[in-house]
């Protein structure tokens, strides 16, 4: 069972990005899946979820307003667009799913069960 992250790089400020993620051994289905980052020297910090329908999301106010979780259960990934990227959203980005839930989990890292291998985002000038 593994999820994987991926569509990281360098984005220069105002820049886009889109990232995915997927999975092997099971599917992404119904479950919760949320978005995490990790900035150098800070904690692991949760941005954003979608719960197994897609109906409902939840954002961080960091991010709200320029990343939007989506998901496709016939390409059974998980996106998050990121828009007008700021130098402060440079971190490593790990998609992490929630097996216990169907609506919005909570962002703390102890209610999600897997976890992707995690991907670079560096907005720079």
């Known amino acids: 069972v593994q999820l994987q992250a991926f569509g990281g790089g360098l984005v220069q400020p105002g820049g886009s990005l889109r990232l995915s993620c997927t999975s092997s051994g099971f599917t992404l289905g119904d479950y919760a899946i949320g978005w995490f980052r990790q900035a150098p020297g800070k904690k692991r910090e949760g941005i954003s979820c979608?719960?197994?329908?897609?109906?409902?999301?939840y954002y961080v106010d960091s991010v709200k307003g320029r990343f939007t979780i989506s998901r496709d259960s016939a390409k059974n990934t998980v996106y998050l667009q990121m828009n007008s990227l700021k130098l402060e959203d440079t971190a490593v980005y790990y998609c992490a799913a929630n097996l216990m839930r169907v609506g919005v989990a909570p962002m703390v890292e102890y209610e999600y069960d897997y976890w992707g291998q995690g991907t670079q985002v560096t907005v720079s000038s």
């Open positions: 979608i719960s197994g329908n897609g109906g409902d999301t």
